[in-house]
């Protein structure tokens, strides 16, 4: 008999609203999550995570609460060994990227579930089956599980800087250059696409992209937060990253690699190289759509915006293919020297009216 479906790896439980953290205490005891013994271990950072555990001790009193100091695979390793003296029933990630990042490396290594409490929405890793961890290299994408359950409270992510949003949005557009991307690779060299998971990925992307609110509008964090949490299921789909990583992400690392003290968040790098990689495939309008909302959300589409000079640009475009060896996207295919590179963004700069 033909198998008829499949399974999907995702979160048990998603909890968006206003006023999640309340019940995370209740999500945290559902039986296919942890137990009702609350034997947590809890990963904060020094500053919300710190404010957040006052409010929630009082809540989860057989809870033991870890500092993280940073995002670093030193910083996951030692939280592992940390837990690995207690015995627990699951891990919590409390925090943003970094700190959710740390704690599902550290809970895959002592083979517990994680619980992915997310204070910001800077991007699409809260719910992805990635870590994200500076190493002695640079940085280093390390495969785990992902997390067994997800709460985002709307009104600590309102609390947060607007920065982080604003990088959320960006990231979150940027699966739409990225799933032409993967089309791209389909076309020219023959390389599946799953197609659910590219669905997932687009439509995450156009309803941030379509959406006629701000980053103050409950409505709109409601969208960008499931739009992220999508994200992360259809990477976990597909397997890999190709659903959200095109040439977007690839001028994103090479901003990382090349100006690692200078680099803008990772959702203004991803929001700015996804606007220009739609402009060198010759989808001109659809670029200067994304431009003018990026714009709108306050996110950079030039480099002079972010504090680069047009000459690091360039070089940044021209170094991004190496920064994924195998990837096969708009910057493979069109493979441009320098001056043309220069060419086209003085065209894409012209184009949406710099």
Not at 27 to 51: F, P
Not at 241 to 250: K, Q
Not at 319 to 343: C, K, N, V, W
Request: charged share 20%.
């Amino acid at each position: 008999m033909p198998v008829l479906t499949r399974l999907i790896p995702s979160p048990v439980v998603v909890d968006i609203r206003p006023g999640a953290l309340n019940d995370l205490a209740g999500v945290l005891a559902d039986q296919r999550i942890c137990s009702s013994t609350g034997k947590l271990a809890i990963a904060i950072s020094g500053g919300s995570g710190a404010v957040l555990r006052d409010r929630l001790m009082p809540s989860l009193p057989g809870a033991e609460w870890f500092e993280v100091g940073g995002g670093t695979l030193d910083d996951a390793i030692k939280l592992a060994d940390a837990m690995k003296k207690g015995r627990y029933d699951a891990v919590v990630g409390l925090g943003g990227g970094k700190i959710i990042d740390c704690a599902k490396f550290a809970a895959a290594r002592v083979g517990l579930p994680l619980v992915a409490v997310a204070t910001n929405l800077s991007h699409d890793g809260l719910c992805s089956p990635v870590a994200t961890l500076d190493n002695d290299a640079g940085r280093g994408s390390y495969g785990v599980p992902n997390p067994i359950a997800v709460v985002i409270d709307l009104d600590v992510i309102r609390e947060a800087p607007v920065r982080f949003v604003r990088s959320g949005i960006g990231d979150a557009l940027s699966n739409i250059s990225a799933i032409a991307d993967w089309e791209l690779a389909a076309r020219e060299r023959g390389e599946d696409i799953d197609g659910l998971a590219a669905a997932m990925a687009r439509q995450a992307g156009e309803a941030v992209l379509r959406h006629p609110g701000g980053v103050g509008d409950d409505g709109f964090l409601q969208v960008l937060a499931e739009g992220l949490v999508l994200t992360g299921i259809a990477m976990s789909v597909s397997g890999d990253s190709r659903p959200a990583s095109g040439a977007c992400h690839e001028i994103n690392h090479a901003f990382d690699l090349l100006f690692p003290k200078r680099a803008a968040s990772h959702g203004e790098q991803c929001g700015l190289g996804a606007a220009f990689a739609m402009h060198l495939r010759g989808a001109r309008e659809e670029s200067a759509y994304m431009a003018s909302v990026l714009r709108r959300h306050g996110l950079p589409v030039l480099p002079e915006e972010i504090g680069f000079t047009v000459d690091e640009f360039v070089k940044v475009v021209e170094f991004a293919p190496q920064t994924r060896p195998g990837r096969y996207t708009i910057l493979e295919h069109l493979d441009l020297s320098t001056d043309q590179i220069r060419d086209a963004y003085a065209d894409y700069a012209k184009a949406i009216g710099s």
